[in-house]
């Protein structure tokens, strides 16, 4: 039995952490919710208990053997290290130490055994990333990757509850013909689609596009792996989906990747269309399984595959992954 601590609590990524700890029967001795100091006081909800939130400072993890953050990376910079201090493992869900070389950026069903030898800090990877990976190790392990190309189609979910206040009242509003002037987007999400996610740089890609690629050059182990991303902001409440085109190093069928990707752990093959039956945000809502579909050879490349995928960016894309990281440590004794 193991104390955790979960930073951020309070939040969608934080909130579903809990849950997923429930639901899997996470081994909780003490759970230990941390928020901002609004927040303190607050009482979450664990196991039908009310647990108290407590202020996240430098001496908030005394006896935690465990820590789930969910804070953003200026608070991952500032109390990570006073966590491991304290004799805690963390499980950080932001960006700040995902291209750390100490640091193992982690996908259970992919690299596990990047967690031995850490150093007391796991990087928990991009929301589009963790499900991307999922669906291309198979491929990669089988024949090889040479390049990627692609575009994702995010929820807004993935930007927080704002943005899903936004959108839905954005949609009342526009169907009523008295839209509301957006705050959280530099433009209307509602009936709109926005390839603006994060920050462009003088390369006119955005910060999210360079996370996808360099994230997933890290957890396949291929450095040289040439990845091209556009990321997209869509009119969804949750789940992400994307289209990838992969050029593989040695040729394979349509059919050959179907049986790969079936027998792959963390995947569900959703791929009948003639039959409409193909991965949807709306069908990956709530699931930790990455779904794939509308597998087939790419008609302008002799060895280019073609796939879609959706996933759930709260569970798979963030609290689900952290917990199934936890669970890998404990299981392989490197905790």
């Not at 994307?242 to 990707?261: G, N, P, Y």
């Amino acid at each position: 039995m193991f104390n955790v601590a979960v930073v951020g609590a309070t939040g969608a990524v934080g909130s579903t952490m809990l849950r997923v700890l429930e639901e899997r029967g996470f081994p909780v001795t003490e759970l230990r919710p941390l928020a901002s100091a609004r927040s303190e006081g607050r009482a979450i909800d664990y196991l039908g208990q009310d647990r108290t939130v407590r202020t996240l400072t430098a001496d908030a993890f005394e006896g935690i053997q465990i820590a789930l953050f969910s804070a953003g990376s200026s608070r991952a910079k500032e109390f990570a290290p006073a966590a491991v201090e304290a004799g805690a493992v963390v499980i950080d869900n932001s960006s700040a130490y995902r291209m750390d070389p100490a640091v193992p950026l982690v996908v259970p069903e992919v690299n596990e055994k990047a967690l031995e030898g850490h150093g007391g800090i796991v990087a928990n990877p991009n929301c589009v990333a963790a499900p991307l990976v999922v669906a291309l190790k198979p491929l990669a392990d089988a024949v090889g990757l040479e390049r990627l190309v692609v575009s994702s189609y995010q929820s807004v979910s993935g930007t927080g509850q704002a943005a899903v206040t936004e959108l839905r009242e954005q949609s009342a509003g526009f169907l009523a013909g008295d839209e509301p002037e957006p705050s959280v987007y530099p433009h209307p999400i509602a009936f709109n689609v926005l390839p603006h996610i994060d920050t462009f740089d003088e390369s006119g890609y955005t910060g999210e596009e360079r996370k996808v690629a360099d994230e997933t050059r890290k957890m396949l182990g291929l450095p040289d792996l040439r990845v091209s991303a556009t990321c997209v902001r869509v009119p969804v409440i949750r789940a992400h989906s994307a289209a990838v085109h992969i050029e593989t190093t040695d040729a394979l069928t349509a059919d050959d990747a179907r049986r790969l990707l079936m027998a792959a752990p963390g995947v569900v093959l959703v791929d009948e269309p003639m039959q409409a039956r193909y991965p949807m945000p709306r069908d990956a809502f709530g699931r930790d399984e990455v779904l794939v579909g509308r597998i087939r050879e790419d008609s302008s490349h002799p060895r280019g595959l073609v796939l879609w995928l959706s996933s759930d960016n709260l569970r798979k894309g963030a609290a689900t992954n952290a917990v199934q990281i936890a669970e890998s440590l404990v299981t392989r004794g490197w905790l």
